[in-house]
């Protein structure tokens, strides 16, 4: 049978809102370290060595680490940044990233993350292996950092100067010990 009119009209709507609606987020890397391969890991696979990734949907239970060659597969030995990036279908179950520090996983090079394209800025910095802002047990909720921005992105920063990561201070749920930008000369 022919495609009515009505038919194609409707696909024609279905695609352009699916087109509209379709959600994504980037992960991006900034190393400046000057060494190791910043490692992505979604779904038990590695899905990128430095460049950036673009999930389509969620990007669930995602790790990350700069592997400077100490670090195992999921990122034993090394710091840890957890994510999950998803558009919130309830309140306050969107976004949420943290650094973990809890016991394999130790601090091999200072890291950091932060939102972009919403909740920018927000994030957290680990650059002392007794940070604040780090899980050391795993009931240490509050170093999460939660977005509830559609389509957020993410970006991961090793070795950062301090200013290229703006931990946003003042939410709430956070007990991030900032760190102080440095003076500009
Ligand atoms: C990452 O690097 C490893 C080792 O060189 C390689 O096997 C893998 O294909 C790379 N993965 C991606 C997503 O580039």
């Known amino acids: 049978m022919a495609p009515t009119f009505i038919t194609l009209f409707l696909s024609v709507l279905l695609a352009g809102s699916a087109v509209v609606n379709a959600e994504s987020h ?42 400077t060659g100490q670090c195992l597969f999921n990122g034993e030995n090394c710091a840890l940044t957890e994510f999950t990036l998803g558009n919130p279908t309830c309140a306050g179950c969107g976004s949420s990233v943290d650094i973990s520090l809890i016991p394999p996983h130790a601090l091999n090079v200072p890291t950091a993350f932060s939102f972009f394209n919403g909740c920018d800025g927000q994030g957290a910095s680990c650059s002392t292996p007794d940070c604040s802002t780090a899980f050391f047990k795993p009931d240490d909720n509050q170093v999460q950092v939660a977005c509830q921005t559609d389509n957020v992105d993410l970006l991961i920063t090793f070795c950062g100067g301090g200013s290229s990561s703006t931990p946003a201070s003042t939410s709430s749920h956070r007990k991030c010990q900032l760190r102080a930008k440095p003076l500009l000369q």
């Not at 370290?33 to 999930?55: A, Q, Y």
């Open 26 to 67: 980037t992960i991006r890397f900034d190393n400046q370290c000057g060494k190791g391969t910043p490692t992505l890991i979604i779904g038990g696979h590695v899905v990128s060595n430095g460049s950036d990734f673009t999930s389509s949907g969620p990007a669930s239970s995602g790790i990350a680490y700069l592997q």
